[in-house]
């Protein structure tokens, strides 16, 4: 069977029918003779920049000389993304063939996101890997990457987003990510707001885990002659770090990472401070404050963007741009926070072009541009994902700068089309 059928079919369970618990995972990843139990793992839960805490952790493991797996999710342009073994992603081959086996064993209630990690843990077993960094799709105890046992947990600033299926409060969301840490193991934090923190420090108070927390227990500083981090952790300090990633939000993301380092090197994964820096300085994270220069000149900067905080924390990366004139591509789903998107973007850009990317869940763009307008902000509605930067580089000149932001669909459709390749467009 061809490799899109196959696709097709896995796609069919996709996150739209999402059934909480591990009974499924755990029972699938058995019949493949229990995978997860061959390689150690880290797991990273939280609402932003998981998988940039993820690509930078999975770096800096593989510069240390670790058989290192990457499992995130989604994918921009094709699910072989989501699978990464020192810093390559799966091949079509070898992903046709274990999307086969897979659904060879399989039952009709597996979902897309469970047989997605099983396939990742069938992967990294048959690599050797030694060690994986697995993102959580969107919870904590009661994902699918929780079958599989974890030696630590990132924890990445909390915020609400999925209230549909996590909770519609921030205690009850916090709950769920931090109930995947294994009991005893440490459990490295983003500051979080203090009804986060008092969750997280209840968790580890009834299981015996060690809290470390950012800006309390570790630390970067940001060296204003060249821009490098220093960073100060439990057992040292390390300097001349360049992160590659764009934003002043990454050096939060790979404060984390480096935290995360830092701690599992007592735990048979030893990192010096040279696989630091040059895990930093090695890390791709794709459609994350991705900039793009086209041919006409102008600057298209990527980035997903689909919740308040996300909004807030590319409107204050905008704010580094000055005066340019910034033209928001906009594209959006209709089970996000529309105005708590808006309200810190439209601040930062002069002119919106809106576009629906091509998902059934996606807002029409005559209704995001009248939205916009409602907020107060020129904004004209270009309908297809194509027509729509179209109109945004017709509208710019040379040193303008597009910003392509809503959803990390359009993004996905936009490194398509740039491309010239197919988009599998699919969350979950």
């Known amino acids: 069977m061809p490799v899109s059928q196959q696709l097709a079919q896995l796609f069919g369970r996709r996150r739209f029918n999402i059934k909480p618990g591990l009974e499924r ?13 061959s390689f150690a793992a880290v797991h990273i839960v939280g609402t932003n920049g998981k998988g940039s805490t ?19 999710s989604p ?9 990464r073994i020192n810093g390559v992603d799966i091949s079509s081959e070898q992903l046709g063939k274990l999307i086969q086996e897979l659904l060879d ?7 897309f996101f469970e047989l997605t990690t099983a396939l990742a843990c069938h992967w990294f077993a048959q690599n050797n ?46 709950a769920e990510k931090v109930g995947i840490a294994a009991p005893g ?23 015996g885990n060690r809290l470390l ?76 404050m991705e900039l793009i220069r086209l041919p006409d000149g102008v600057e298209l900067l990527l980035d997903g963007a689909h919740n308040p905080a996300g909004a807030l924390a590319l409107a204050d990366a905008l704010a ?12 959006m789903m209709e089970d996000k926070d529309l105005h708590g998107v808006l309200q810190p973007l439209l601040q930062q850009v002069q002119q919106v072009i809106t576009v629906s990317p091509s998902q059934e869940r996606a807002i029409p763009a005559t209704d995001l541009a009248a939205s916009c307008r409602t907020e107060g902000t020129p904004a004209t509605a270009a309908g297809l994902v194509a027509a729509g930067l179209e109109a945004a580089q017709a509208a710019a000149k040379p040193g303008d700068l597009i910003i392509a932001a809503g959803s990390l669909f359009l993004v996905g459709e936009l490194k398509a089309l740039l491309a010239g390749t197919p988009c599998e467009a699919v969350r979950g």
Not at 25 to 37: F, N, S
Not at 105 to 111: E, G, K, S
Not at 147 to 154: D, F
Request: proline share 5%.
């Open 75 to 83: 994918h921009l342009v094709s699910y072989t993304e989501r699978f």
């Open 105 to 111: 064993l399989a039952t009709p209630d597996d979902t």
């Open 185 to 207: 193991s440490p459990i490295i934090s983003a500051a979080q707001a203090p009804e986060v923190l008092n969750v997280l420090e209840e968790y580890c108070l009834l299981n």
């Open 320 to 331: 580094a741009y000055g005066t340019r004139k910034k033209i928001l591509l906009l594209g």
């Open 213 to 288: 927390l950012a800006e309390r227990d570790f630390n970067a500083t940001c060296n204003g002659a060249d821009g490098s981090l220093s960073y100060q952790g439990s057992t040292g300090t390390v300097s001349g770090l360049f992160p590659s990633l764009n934003g002043r939000y990454q050096i939060g993301n790979a404060t984390l990472a480096l935290a995360a380092a830092e701690q599992l090197s007592s735990q048979g994964f030893p990192v010096v401070p040279q696989a630091m820096q040059q895990g930093l300085a090695s890390t791709r994270w794709p459609g994350r």
């Open 129 to 174: 890997i030694q060690i994986a960094v697995l993102e959580a799709g969107m919870g904590g105890r009661s994902d699918a990457t929780a079958a599989v046992p974890g030696l630590a947990t990132i924890i990445t600033p909390i915020a609400l987003d999925h209230c549909q299926w996590l909770g519609t409060d921030l205690q009850t969301i916090a």
């Open 54 to 72: 993820a690509a930078f952790l999975a770096s800096i493991f593989e510069q240390a000389g670790f058989n290192t797996g990457l499992f995130t």
């Open 25 to 37: 995972i755990t029972a699938l990843l058995e019949r493949h003779g229990h995978p997860e139990r």
